[in-house]
């Protein structure tokens, strides 16, 4: 009883909040007119309405509508969700040293994992592709900014509260109330999401509902403003790839999230007012929770990879010292990804007993999706062969996020195929085929983008010598760490147990290592950013990496050269040891 009274009572709390939200939405008169200001653009002229400048300090950034702004707070909440995702699987790795509890009891391990999967996906992966893809897509085709701009910044401020939302449980557990965090994994399989009595879990719920607001509203606004909002000389045949990657994964966000959505009401309906939704007496049952999550699930996983392949098809060319090899191919590949993506959500229930001829059909479109894949891979590597290839930092992790995919695509075909999925399926072969692709290559690809736009969103140059040491502890780190799970899953270790048979103790030993060789990678990352923010270089040139040489100068670095004349015409300071990658070895550790 006291469990039902607390659980309405949050229920009740939290639908006066989205009360009061939505009461704040309606009193913005005019959700379009938005003047820029500071740098940028602006439409000032067609609303009659501006702003001598930007407000000061913490003010700024919580009023701000202007896409670079949301840009950054899209990056900084990423790095903070990262650094929380990366520090729970570091626990658990560590957990998992020894066969037997070390020091997680396995409610505290079975919190961290869902947490984990659920941060790392829905809140570190698409806010991150979202603060590239807000800072840089206006640029890229020449638009004044996004369609909706204050949608824009809604968008983001909902996402601090689904991620106090889905972490709460920790810290409610921590002092004291008797309320433990959710233990559904990040996946919630229906019975045991129905049954679990924790209030936390309902919170979490509430949080990804949140979070699933927050995409589909970005999805709409990108969608808008790439249709909308180009310049008269960006045309879609030559529209930017980053750009056709994010208007296709805008797409598959507008299918896939409501659906999402609409299982988690259903969900709470089942769990706080006795619904029988997932209940094999209403006639759903488990099997349809499946469905309904996976329908989401699997399109998600190309939510996430599209946008990392448009940055790799953007810079890569830029250090190859050519263009694409072919474009059209490229576009076409991810378009069919696109329309494939909602075919293959079945190949996750072969194990489930439904019709075989149904699991063949969705065998079929899971094979025949590695083909636009391989499309992409194929003119990767063929832009590379014979051009002027220059190893920087963006271009390593570029060339690490090709040789990462490869390893995570090849491994996936295998359980696409049913009879090796009987056998591998819910073992920890799964595990190292699916972070092979959410770490080691979106990740890989993220941070490739990280360090080839780091001039323009600050300014200044990056060490070199870290950024190499990043590349190379990155790359062992998560093919030591997968390799090994992918070894373990052929040994037969069940994934999602905190204890095993002593007989998996190497291999999960093996893990750990790599894991934290990961993190130490990690950690140099966050110091090279921070420090170089703070003390690094200016760049003294709107083309840091000399790619108007190559005729391969792209607008973003147009309007940076723009910024910079009118700083420095306004008094800025113009000095610094900007070279290529970094500056000199030295000061600033630049490329050779």
């Known amino acids: 009883m006291a469990a039902l009274t607390t659980s309405l009572a949050l229920s009740i709390l939290m639908g006066g909040f989205l009360l009061v939200v939505l009461y704040f939405i309606l009193q913005v008169e005019d959700w379009r007119s938005y003047t820029p200001t500071g740098g940028g653009f602006g439409r000032g002229e067609e609303q009659g309405v501006g702003y001598a400048q930007k407000p000061s300090g913490i003010l700024r950034w919580l009023t701000t509508v202007d896409h670079k702004d949301i840009g950054i707070l899209y990056g900084v909440y990423g790095l903070i969700t990262f650094a929380w995702g990366g520090i729970g699987a570091l626990l658990m790795r560590t957990e998992l040293l020894s066969p037997d509890t070390m020091f997680l009891q396995a409610q505290s391990y079975n919190a961290l994992m869902t947490t984990h999967g659920l941060t790392m996906l829905l809140l570190f992966g698409t806010p991150m592709i979202a603060a590239f893809a807000n800072y840089f897509i206006p640029l890229l085709i020449g638009a004044d900014d996004m369609a909706f701009p204050r949608i824009n910044a809604i968008a983001f401020w909902l996402l601090p509260s689904a991620a106090i939302l889905i972490w709460i449980g920790f810290p409610l557990g921590a002092i004291g109330s008797g309320i433990q ?19 936390a879990t309902d919170l979490m719920l509430l949080g990804l509902h949140l979070s699933g607001i927050s995409t589909t509203m970005g999805a709409i606004n990108f969608i808008a403003t790439i249709f909308t909002e180009r310049g008269s000389n960006i045309g879609w045949e030559n529209l930017d790839l980053f750009s056709w990657t994010m208007v296709t994964q805008s797409g598959l966000i507008l299918f896939a999230f409501p659906l999402l959505g609409s299982a988690i009401i259903m969900l709470l309906l089942d769990r706080n007012f006795g619904t029988t939704f997932f209940s094999p007496q209403g006639g759903g049952g488990p099997i349809l929770w499946q469905h309904l ?107 690490g996020f090709i040789q990462n995919f490869i390893i995570g695509g090849v491994t996936g075909i295998f359980l696409a195929a049913i009879p090796v999925d009987l056998v591998l399926h819910d073992t920890y072969y799964v595990v190292g085929h699916f972070h092979f692709i959410v770490m080691g290559a979106i990740g890989v690809a993220l941070f490739a983008a990280f360090y080839y736009w780091f001039p323009i969103y600050s300014g200044k140059m990056y060490q070199k010598s870290l950024a190499h040491w990043h590349f190379w502890l990155t790359m062992i780190g998560t093919n030591v760490t997968f390799f090994a799970m992918l070894f373990l899953g052929y040994g037969g270790m069940p994934r999602r147990y905190a204890t095993y048979l002593p007989q998996f103790t190497t291999w999960h030993q093996v893990a750990t290592l790599g894991a934290f060789i990961l993190g130490i990678g990690q950690f140099i990352f966050v110091w090279n950013i921070v420090q170089s923010w703070l003390e690094g270089p200016a760049v003294e040139s709107g083309d840091p990496w000399a790619l108007e040489e190559e005729g391969m100068l792209s607008p973003e670095w147009v309007w940076f050269e723009n910024r910079r004349e009118t700083a420095l015409a306004d008094g800025g300071d113009g000095d610094g040891d900007g070279l290529t990658d970094g500056g000199s070895d030295e000061a600033t550790g630049g490329d050779d």
């Open 181 to 199: 965090p959710a233990q559904t994994s990040w996946t919630m399989y229906t019975p045991l999401s129905v049954q679990q009595p924790s209030p």
């Open 293 to 399: 999550f996976w329908f989401f699930g699997h399109p998600e996983v190309y939510i996430l990879v599209l946008p990392p392949m448009g940055l790799v098809s953007l810079i890569l060319p830029r250090f190859a010292g050519r263009k694409l090899f072919g474009f059209k191919f490229v576009v076409y590949s991810t378009l069919a990804i696109g329309v494939l993506s909602f075919g293959v959500w079945a190949h996750h229930m072969f194990a489930t007993g439904i019709d075989p001829r149904i699991r063949l059909s969705f065998m079929a479109v899971s094979l025949a999706i590695a083909v636009p894949s391989a499309v992409k891979v194929f003119n990767w590597i063929t832009t590379m062969w014979n051009g002027n290839i220059r190893l920087t930092a963006p271009m390593l992790f570029s060339i």
